[in-house]
């Protein structure tokens, strides 16, 4: 999956991507990182194709039919009670099946009568990435998958998209949080300004920015950039 | 395909009917309003003044319903990134939309229901009023998604959250208002019927109702606006963003 010569300018002129050019892992854990407002949602928006996707910048991306994209925020109905969600997609992917309560992942057992809008924000995130997980893609994309979870909860929820490249599944996800991060089964891509600069491994971007640190490396490259 | 809109739509079914408050527009509002004007106004309750005044009820109905219950919906689902997330689940935006629309097409035609049970019992309707009723309700069936996708030309234009309640009020005041507008030139009512989908309505209504006039003509015109405002709202469908109005891409 490439992304070549990528350029685009927000309505407010000011140019977000500028002679972008990102080349993803087939196979490993593909993580986007750079300070607020670099443009790493509008990039994944831009992959799944909610935005116009310029074919001549982005190829090797599967088409829309085969993407998943767990987005920020909470975008299930507030109504509907955790296993109804998880029933009704899986209703959708799988329609010959029906699905029993007892089928929930174990995570979400304990909480399949609860409403997804009575859950804490950390609970939501985590029916959201499990309802995800669970649909049969091409290309999982996950737009801060940890944000608002607690330690514990933020490392069951990227083992669980590790385990999708295990399944030979491509995934895309925007971090900012490094303490998971923890093998060179991740490939960083580093966009600030406009530009991806820097795309490797935890182990050589630690190499680059001469630390054994994540977030010191982090820094750095950040303030390298500005 | 159908497998996936009918899990969507059983899905919808059941939220809609969590949600009570959708009826206090549609439902108890002009019903109120029916009431309050029927026993205080001067016209008698007979079924002879039956047609003069519930086709007008059924109107503000099914224009308050599709507005609310189906457009409006949509544009919020769309801000608040349902749409988006529920369209790369089910594959296609328009199964999102048609599961929001059929349940709603019941839902409304459940609320017309129990306004014509009372407004039966106040106009003491015979069996003709009754028929007739039956026949405009039934009728509903393909008026509400004819003009659930006319009002969807609202979905391409960027609209937020905050302005929809503000555009939508108006946009029912002057359609309810232009609905009244009646001449007797075919070719005035034809474009407020084109332009206007609470004139559609009661022109669809009065074919139906007796003592119509040009009904075949009528008849024929009004098809072929609902087949273009059929085709419209399935591109405009088809053709929406997903992304919020307020978004950066």
């Not at chain 1, 309560?101 to 990435?129: C, H, M, W, Y």
């Not at chain 2, 003044?49 to 919906?73: C, D, E, K, R």
């Not at chain 2, 030309?153 to 108006?170: D, E, R």
């Amino acid at each position: 999956m490439q992304i070549t010569h990528f350029d685009f300018t927000l309505p407010d002129e000011r140019k977000l991507y500028d002679d972008l050019n990102a080349n993803f892992a087939d196979h490993k854990v593909n993580v986007l990182l750079g300070p607020n407002g670099a443009g790493k949602t509008t990039l994944l928006d831009f992959i799944s194709t909610v935005a116009p996707r310029p074919a001549q910048c982005f190829t090797g991306f599967p088409t829309f039919k085969r993407i998943a994209y767990q987005l920020q925020g909470v975008p299930f109905l507030p109504e509907a009670t955790v296993y109804q969600t998880f029933k009704l997609v899986m209703a959708i992917e799988n329609p010959k099946k029906r699905f029993a309560v007892d089928e929930l992942p174990t995570e979400l057992a304990a909480l399949a009568n609860t409403q997804f809008g009575k859950l804490s924000g950390g609970q939501k995130r985590l029916v959201i990435i499990e309802t995800i997980s669970h649909l049969n893609r091409d290309l999982y994309l996950f737009d801060e998958p940890e944000s608002g979870l607690d330690p514990q909860m933020a490392r069951q929820v990227v083992a669980k998209i590790h385990q999708l490249t295990k399944r030979g599944k491509k995934v895309i996800m925007t971090a900012h949080q490094f303490q998971n991060i923890n093998s060179d089964d991740y490939q960083l891509h580093f966009l600030e300004k406009g530009k991806i600069r820097f795309t490797g491994t935890p182990t050589d971007f630690l190499k680059a920015q001469q630390t054994d640190d994540l977030v010191e490396a982090y820094i750095k490259q950040a303030k390298f950039v500005s | 395909m159908i497998r996936k809109l009918s899990a969507l739509s059983k899905f919808e079914t059941e939220m809609v009917l969590k949600d009570k408050g959708i009826f206090v527009f549609t439902l108890l509002f002009p019903t109120v309003y029916f009431l309050v004007t029927a026993f205080t106004g001067s016209r008698s309750l007979s079924p002879a003044n039956f047609v003069q005044n519930v086709p007008g009820f059924w109107t503000y109905m099914v224009l308050v319903g599709v507005i609310n219950q189906i457009t409006s919906a949509i544009v919020t689902m769309r801000e608040n990134n349902f749409l988006k997330m529920f369209t790369f689940i089910a594959g296609d935006k328009r199964l999102i939309y048609y599961a929001n629309l059929i349940p709603q097409v019941f839902v409304i035609q459940a609320e017309i229901l129990i306004f014509d049970v009372i407004a039966a019992i106040v106009y003491r309707a015979d069996f003709r009023t009754l028929t007739l009723m039956l026949i405009c309700w039934l009728a509903n069936f393909i008026i509400i998604p004819i003009i659930a996708f006319f009002t969807s030309l609202i979905l391409i234009v960027p609209v937020k959250v905050q302005t929809m309640g503000a555009l939508m009020t108006g946009y029912l005041f002057l359609g309810l208002f232009l609905a009244y507008v009646q001449t007797n030139s075919l070719v005035v009512n034809t474009l407020m019927a084109v332009i206007n989908p609470g004139s559609f309505i009661i022109r669809a209504y009065e074919l139906l109702l007796p003592g119509a006039n040009n009904v075949v003509a009528y008849l024929g015109i009004l098809a072929v606006i609902a087949i273009l405002y059929a085709i419209a709202g399935n591109v405009i469908v088809t053709k929406m963003s997903l992304n919020s109005a307020t978004a950066r891409a």
